[in-house]
């Protein structure tokens, strides 16, 4: 029995440790639902709208209920004496015990405009936090495609490492044969396990890197950091689409958020500008009242018993005078929209800034793609007639190991502009204010 228990143990540990494989969307996926910045911007997005809900019920009628005892001490009752009876006559019971209750109600008629301006405000304020929620989704998703490329490019340059040693080791094995057959010399052979050294060395830096890729990657998707992940994706290529920056330009100014955010926070200002204007004005109330009392001050003489009245009527107040304070905060909400509109004409300009740097990017990348094609294309030919010659020994180990490296460094820099162009494709799509996550 304790035999079977360990060993359900020990399936358990290895089904648990077995390597996660993700796909680019499964990553988004995972790493969309687990982002801590998308709770607290959806938080924010819950708070904008609590406070537009907060405004309209401040345009509706406002009813308030209170209710009161009170124990009065005793006192002589209201009494008169007069001159035809000879017992004083009570006017007033002394009643100790009183009670009430109120029914208020109380609708604003008009208030200079400050309620439907702050209604505005925060119905701006919403939407510009809406818009900054579909901004930080977009980012979130760039950080993720970010994460998830560079890790596919240390995994890559991992593997072309495996493949460099494997034919390093295919060389020692044949130049050996070579030493025992006369046709290489010893210090051909210390040639290649000096170049096998060094190549091992370069793995060992890259295996470690590869894991401070992973390591990043799981963080960024919300898996632990020592989570067994590994990614993958199909054939990457590079196909270029004939772009034109104007409609690039003119895409960014109608769908960044960023802008979007920026300008109802303009029109949020404007608001509160006419909200800090209408202190200038009086502002008028419906206003009624409904008492259920015990004994009613309404009826005299007082009565032990409960009694309802009510009062309907209009109220008016007016700030005359308040050594300033009105003009002081209409000017502060006049600066608050001056900074507004300034900060969203610099976004502007540098949102054109970006758009143009990550088209000519893009562009670039395409570029870089193509030479670095080329470039394996010539070094594996290179390498394939230098092998041959050294193992017809016309061409030296140098020789080989040159060709080796040399191709080395073509297949990487093909596997980074690869990626470097899928950066380039993803960070064009976010410039110019296109989805990332679900697209």
Known sequence: MKKTFVIVLLMAAGISAQTQKLTLKESLEIGM???????????????????????????????????????????????????????????SPVILDNY?????????????????????????NYEATNSDYQKDMNEAAFKIENAFWNYYKAQQYDKLLDENLNQIKQHLDDTKNFMQNGLATKNDFLKLEVQHSSVKLQKIEADNQL?????FFNQTIGLPLDSPTTIETGDLSANVV????????????????????????????AANLRAAQSAWFPSIFLVGDYYYSKPNQRFLPAVNEFKDTWDLGVTLSWSVWNWGYTSSQTSIAEQNKIQAETALSQLKD??????????????????????????????????????????SQIAS?????????ALLQAKTSYSNALVDYELAKVRLDKSVGRRIYGK
């Open 350 to 391: 540098a949102v054109d800034i970006e758009v143009q740097q990550n088209y000519l990017t893009y562009k670039r990348s395409f570029d870089k793609v193509n030479v670095a094609k080329l470039s394996v294309d010539q070094a594996e030919e290179n390498y394939r007639i230098t092998r041959e010659k050294y193992n």
């Open 33 to 91: 639902k687990n982002s801590k910045d998308l709770k607290i911007s959806q938080s924010k997005l819950a708070g904008a709208s609590a406070q537009v809900t907060a405004a309209n019920s401040q345009l509706l009628p406002q009813i308030g209920l209170s209710a009161s005892y009170m124990r009065l001490s005793n006192i002589p009752p209201f009494e008169v004496t007069l001159f035809f009876s000879p017992k004083p006559i009570q006017i």
């Open 211 to 215: 894991d401070i890729a992973r390591m």
């Open 100 to 124: 009430s209750v109120k029914l208020s109600l109380q609708q604003p008629l008009f208030t200079g405009f400050r309620l439907w301006s702050v209604k505005n405000a925060a119905e701006s």
């Open 397 to 405: 180990s140098t020789d080989l190991i040159d060709a080796e490296a």
């Open 242 to 269: 004939d772009l034109k920056i104007e409609d690039l330009l003119n895409e960014a100014k109608n769908n960044r958020n960023e802008l979007k955010s920026l300008d109802y926070r303009v029109n949020a200002s």
